[in-house]
């Protein structure tokens, strides 16, 4: 007799224009569709009814809004997939005693006393961690469960080949901040003006692109891609998968430290890390565009390398394993404060 299918759910919710296409929603929904690609699993989703559709081509989940669960329901037999504010379907009692396993992503920046999620990080769960660094923050602080590795994926299917006439020596993707961005436009308009050696270059700032397709096709105009990720003070990146998407189209790369990064952005290696002020990366800007171009190309091959390691078949595989290991972890209460 055939086993049915053991449901997966998720939850979603957004009020924002681009709600749908930031990374976090973007590596969730890839969650949503592993789970859809083994036939051990059902994976259904609820939309919160604070969920604005607007026509919004970068919405990831739009394909699923028709198929979606019009109320939230746990069976008994169910998993639940959290990621950020998910926890906020469930009421106080279920967060304190979920009535079923919680697969939940967590980023080190919800231990921020500022941050309303520092809370659910007390409430039982698997948790899965994208950094290694992530994973022993997390279990520094002390989080409620055991927490797994599992790095995000690049979806290959989705980035442009790699231009070999690139028309800017630069680009700045600011969107996280703003106000850098603009401090390196000011500095890269100001060398170009006093040098005769002009920097052909762009800034990306706020809004976004209308999709995540929009953005890759603006890397890949730039032979050096500067990523300016969440700061410190903003409790930095879970993983922060734009310079890892940028290593697959072979740009030349260069990122502060960003918690989340540091498996893949290894300092002079795969890229440049400078400090994370203006004077350090506009040094590093000028320090990539009079590099040797061996050495140039070098950095590039590492890091495609290491990129290319990232694959959505070995993050499936890994969430999978995780979700079949789920009631054994569920049942072992060493592993968390209280569950019961």
Known sequence: MKTAARRVLFHRAWTKYNGGTSGGQLKVRDAFEHFGSSPLFEPRVYFGP??????????????????????????PSALLFFAGWDWKVLSAEQREKPPVPVLNIAQPRQMMLPDARRDYLMHPAIRIAKSTVGKKMLEDYGVNGPVFFIPDAVDFSLIPKPNPQPELDVLIAGLKNPR???????????????????????????????????????????????????????????????????????????????????????????????????????????????MDNARFHQIIEAGRAIANRHTLEEERKAILELAGKADDLWQDDSLYHTKR
């Open 50 to 75: 604070e969920t604005v559709w607007y026509d919004n081509p970068g919405n990831v989940w739009h394909p699923y809004r028709e198929q979606a669960l019009q109320q939230w329901d746990i069976q």
């Open 180 to 290: 850098m961005a603009r401090a390196l436009e000011r500095r890269l308009r100001w060398h170009n003006f006093l040098r005769r050696d002009k920097i052909r270059f762009k800034v990306q700032v706020p809004p976004k692109l209308p999709t995540r397709q929009d953005f890759l096709t603006l890397v890949n105009t730039a032979r050096v891609v500067v990523y300016l990720p969440l700061t410190e003070s903003q409790g930095a990146e879970g993983f922060y998968l734009p310079p890892l998407e940028g290593m697959v189209m072979e740009k030349f790369v260069i990122c502060p430290y960003a918690v989340g990064n540091a498996d893949f952005c290894i300092p002079n290696e795969t890229c440049l890390l400078p400090a994370y002020d203006t004077a350090s990366v506009f040094s590093a800007i000028l320090e990539a565009l009079k």
